[in-house]
């Protein structure tokens, strides 16, 4: 019912900069929160970056300063702004949102969805 696209991702040199892009398909009329997560090798999923219903940002303690999230309500994308990128931010990059949408005839419904994850490699 829902689908997420990533884009953006790929291989930076250590102070560089990316910017991916996440946008979410399907009858969506809200978004609860919408944001990144990262799973870099051996490690355990973790947050990057959310905005939630408010405009609430939050960032995870690794990336405060140097990435900024934005939301576009109208086109259902998210951007995450990666600047002064280091070797440690190498990951798999994954979007999430918590979404309502209509089903059939317009039923509503909420819902989680991940994206398929977008590499993001930062040389030293």
């Known amino acids: 019912q829902v689908q997420l696209l990533e884009s953006g991702g790929g291989l930076v040199p250590a102070g560089g900069s990316l910017r991916l892009s996440c946008r979410a398909s399907g009858y969506i009329f809200s978004i609860n929160d919408m944001g990144w997560y990262r799973q870099g090798p051996g490690n355990e999923r973790e947050l990057v970056a959310t905005?939630?219903?408010?405009?609430?940002?939050t960032y995870g303690d690794s990336v405060k300063g140097r990435f900024t999230i934005s939301l576009d309500n109208a086109r259902n994308a998210v951007y995450l702004q990666m600047n002064s990128l280091k070797p440690e931010d190498t990951a798999v990059y994954y979007c999430?949102?918590?979404?309502?949408?209509?089903?059939?005839?317009?039923?509503?419904?909420?819902?989680?969805?991940w994206g398929q994850g977008t590499q993001v490699t930062v040389s030293s």
């Open positions: 999430n949102a918590d979404v309502g949408y209509y089903v059939g005839l317009r039923q509503p419904r909420r819902g989680n969805y």
């Open positions: 905005v939630s219903r408010g405009d609430i940002l």
